[in-house]
């Protein structure tokens, strides 16, 4: 398998969007975003082969060549189990992202050019396993975010998109400080892997990990540094929201993970108590700020920052599975986010409004839209048999094996949040979805189109796939969470 | 005979070329249209012959010297020279004067080229006085405007002022060492009082000339008042030239004084960084804000100079010749902007998608391109700027440029939100591009992409050394 299929492919979605005209534009893109889909799925399938052939490397399918040779940057290239799920996750968010921006008019060649280039950055992310490769694919995705949100958004889009782009600089500004640090003490290297060979002094490790850890941690919305989520989110367009929510902020907890916990293992312990203190308020904090939105977007947003809040736990705890719990919740919460937003997408194109209370007795003129919001909304309290329950399960089993006060307080802490996100969750569904039609214009409204549809049920898909057989992704995230915490144990 | 035409080919060209443009405006009756091509070409030509017959060698008991390093770095400016009569060929063909344009622009760049060369310090600065001198001239070209020669005037008083503190600093320098030449001066060095003052006023007098904090105040007046072609020979080849320079006299020179200029150094760079970006934040006019955020680009320039070592010449350079591509091509549109619609405030370019799409985007490339960001070639150029800077070891010191590039974002931002997002009842008309015009932006939008990515070009610049 050629990791850099994954870097073409959306190379050449995005010059054919460029060379299409009219019509045809969705549709280069959409077979763009098809092919990248299979492409990941081939991945996967092939990641599992050679697992089960025995191959115990590391990394698979590997490749490196030099671009820098002056300052020693090259091309390298690898995936492990993470990447191949992440891989997974931004193709499937991808494809639903073009579905349901099918009838985007305003300037479509430009929006759906954009929207490839940020799925580009994300595949590049993933699969580099050099700093400054990573650094490089992470960047990309800064531009793309701000002009879909300034151009194509909603309300303060101009406000949002600045405040975003620049919080996501300021991240980028810290990763960079980081990444130099490690750099020059590593011997002039920028390759993982053989920054993880060398052995960085304790105290050096904790002078860098602040600034890769805080530095992935902004554009991860890690607490109190989320502030651009609530704005970002709720401004971009459908499709927009769906990418920054369900990839864009899985850049950042993969890079807090694989660069800064992986590579800084003594830093990560400590620092474990501030991340675990930091994402435990997060959860709670973004739980009850969710209570109160009327907003939809604003709603999913917080509720964001809670469920993200899950990931760093589980980061934080540094426990194997606690870090493959929070590997799950960053797919679970990827799919189902990204799901919750296309809703509300579907939603306000037909009523024009995102506020809840405006809303009510959806489910007789729009079934299938309404139980999507049910759908999704259960997974995102965790109902077993979605994929909400078996992440947050994790977290919490992987949590509790910390047998001191503390880390049981912030999982005890946590787990109650649970009841929070219940009530709104019910609170918002029940009346947007249940109860008298509120509007007599909702009883024209017509249901989801094919486009709608075929996204919709390719996230439900995935959301039950992982409810009921957790198994096959897990069994792909354990052993690469195994690797990082033996080296935090020091095996 | 046959050393001196190879090692002084570049120069030797541009003579040439002078000349022939002095031939030109003595013997009257050609039209500007026909004879901006052939200069066009002319220059392409002088561009391209640069990468030819490169030697490395002295002249003139050394007071001439030439590498392949500054040979390419040379070609660097030629190329924004050639760039120059592409991208404002709007204006050059309106001039009554062009031809005295380019025999102007010519002698200067003569001037550069005889200055990255020069081994001695008299010669040094004869070259500078030649890559000035005839610049004031260029800054006063829109002669019926009042604030064109207002610039011209500034820019002669403080080139003459920053001229005396030079030769003040070199004869001191002479007085403390009792030589000229840059070979010969660094055993010389040893720390005394009165070599360190006369290198003060010699680092002033660079400070002045690259628009360093504090003595930068002269920019934003000089490049407001010019007309847009001479601000942007101003502020991409004067400053390429003088950067070359700088790096030569600082690590080759000054190189036992090391000591007392590493922390000035990056006590300037931080403040011309702070101080350029803090002001650009709030301009209103495009040359002016274009002014300030150069004069912060500036500063990364002194963080990559910081080094001291290889890793320092090759990034800056790389930089420089990247730094020509995205302000060449920001300049390129600003020009567009101002010769057909006549407007020069950031406001005016609100809706400009709606009408010039074309122009948009290369503004948008050159715009993220400066403010380093990826896949654009600048994001490559300040990372390895920032890169050498932190080889000492200076944290705080590239955490400081770190949060420059962040605040530089916020207004190049500025200038892409008014592009693309703000709403305008009247935005600009479609702007007739000439073909020249078009061909300076498609190559400098080239340039933006590919410099980076193809890494080539630095490894390139890293084997010149």
Known sequence: MNLFYLILLPLLTAVSVLLCRGGQIKWAAFAGAVLQLALAVGLVVAYGQQRAAGNTAQMLFQQQYMLFSGVNISLHVGVDGISVAMVLLTSLVSLAGVLVSWKMEKMTKEFYFLLTLLALGAYGFFISLNLFVLFFFLEISVIPKYLLIGIWGTGWKEYSANKLALMLMGGSALILVGMLGLYFTAGHNFDILSIANTAIPANTQHLIFPFLFVGFGVFTAMFPLHTWVPDGHSSAPTAGSMFLAGISMKLGGYGCLRVAVYLLPEGAKQYANIIILLSAIAILYGAFATMMQKDLKYMNAYSSVSHVGFSLLGIGMLTQTAITGALLQMVSHGLMTALFFAVIGMLYDRTHTRLVGEMGGLLKVLPFISTLLFIVGFCSLGLPGLSGFVAEMTVFVGSWQNDDVFHRVATIAATASIVVTAVYILRAVAQTAMGPVSNEHFLLLKDAAWYERLAAILLVAAIVCIGIGPGWLADLLRPAAEIITNRIAGK | ?465
């Open chain 2, 1 to 465: 005979m046959n050393e001196f035409l190879t090692l002084m080919k570049s120069e030797l060209v541009l003579t040439v070329l002078i000349f022939l443009l002095l031939f030109v405006k003595i013997g009257r009756g050609v039209h500007n249209e026909a004879l901006l091509p052939i200069i066009q070409v002319l220059l392409l030509v002088n561009f391209i012959a640069g990468f030819f017959f490169n030697g490395q060698g002295s002249l003139f008991g050394g007071m001439f010297h030439t590498s392949p390093l500054i040979a390419f770095e040379k070609n660097i400016l030629s190329l924004a020279v050639y760039l120059v009569s592409l991208l404002f060929a709007g204006w050059l063909k309106k001039s009554q004067h062009m031809p005295e344009f380019f025999l102007l622009m010519l002698t200067a760049l003569l001037g550069m080229f005889l200055m990255i060369s020069s081994g001695n310090l008299l010669m040094f600065y004869l070259s500078l006085e030649l890559s000035t001198i005839p610049v004031a001239a260029m800054a006063n070209f829109d002669l019926h405007k009042k604030r064109s020669s207002e610039g011209a005037m500034k820019m002669v008083l403080s080139s003459a002022f920053s001229s005396g503190i030079l030769l003040f600093g070199i004869s001191l320098l002479y007085g403390a060492t009792g030589t000229l030449s840059f070979a010969e001066i660094p055993a010389l060095l040893n720390g005394a009082p009165l070599q360190v003052l006369a290198f003060v006023f010699l680092f002033s007098a660079f400070a002045f000339k690259l628009s360093v904090v504090p003595f930068h105040l002269w920019t934003a007046d000089v490049y407001e008042g010019s007309p847009i072609a001479v601000t942007a020979f101003l502020s991409v080849v004067s400053k390429a030239a003088m950067a070359f320079i700088f790096i030569t006299v600082l690590y080759q020179v000054f190189k036992p004084l090391q000591a007392v200029w590493y922390n000035l150094l990056v006590l300037l760079a931080v403040a011309t960084m702070v101080v350029g970006n803090l002001f650009a934040l709030r301009q209103q006019n495009i040359k002016r804000f274009f002014a300030f955020s150069s004069i912060a680009q500036v500063g990364f320039v002194l963080v990559g100079i910081s080094n001291i070592g290889v890793l320092g010449v090759s990034t800056v350079v790389y930089f420089m010749l990247i730094y020509v591509f995205s302000a060449m091509a920001a300049f390129g549109v600003a020009a567009a902007v101002s010769h057909y619609a006549n407007k020069e405030n950031v406001d005016a370019y609100k809706g400009l998608y709606k009408n010039n799409r074309f122009l948009s985007w290369i503004m948008a490339l050159a715009l993220f391109s400066l403010a380093g960001i990826p896949p654009t070639a600048g994001f490559f150029g300040k990372l390895f700027l920032l890169a050498a800077g932190g080889e000492r070891a200076a944290y705080w010191f590239i955490a400081v440029a770190a949060l420059n590039m962040i605040v530089s974002l916020y207004y190049y931002l500025r200038v892409v939100r008014a592009i693309f997002m703000d709403a305008n009842e009247t935005p600009i008309d479609a702007i007739p591009l000439g073909q020249g015009e078009r061909l300076g932006l498609v190559i400098c939008g080239a340039g933006i992409v590919l410099v980076g990515l193809a890494g080539g070009i630095f490894n390139f610049i890293q084997t010149l050394h």
